[in-house]
């Protein structure tokens, strides 16, 4: 069985930067690969990745409909780990993976699709909320 000293090594072993907070929270640090403030947390037999990407538009403001088709649209057609969610009045990127059999691959797999949404599908939503 894994353990969160598992998933700290595995982002060790990746480069990433991250502080580890204790009791299964890591939050990753980096810029360059547009993750700053993923937060990882491990929860029992699940690890959790979170990160807020935008606010949401108003109730009735323009944009605010195609905002959330195009979120929609992104989790069926542009994303393979992570998918996008609302969170109070917050866009995030969330992902969970299994922690039993976790390998620094699949956590890799994830870091990387949550990168790559952060730098391609994000510019694309803050203009669909304009």
């Keep these: 069985m894994r353990t969160a000293a598992d998933v700290a090594r595995f982002l060790s072993d990746s480069s990433v930067g991250f502080q ?7 939050v990753v640090t980096d810029a360059g690969g547009g993750l700053r403030n993923l937060a990882i947390k491990v929860q029992s037999d699940v690890v959790v990745f979170q ?11 323009k944009g605010r409909e195609a905002l ?3 979120l929609l649209r ?8 992570a998918a996008f969610a ?6 995030q990127l969330q992902a969970a993976l299994p922690l039993t059999n976790l390998d620094s691959n ?12 952060v ?11 304009s």
């Design 20 to 26: 580890d907070f204790g009791d299964g929270l890591m």
């Design 51 to 61: 990160l807020q990407v935008m606010n949401t538009p108003a109730p009735g403001s």
């Design 68 to 70: 959330f088709e195009k």
């Design 74 to 81: 992104l989790n069926g057609e542009g994303l393979l780990h």
């Design 86 to 91: 609302i969170v109070d009045d917050a866009v």
């Design 106 to 117: 699949e956590l890799q797999a994830v870091l990387d699709d949550i990168g790559m949404a």
């Design 119 to 129: 730098s391609q599908h994000v510019p694309i939503l803050m203009g669909t909320s």
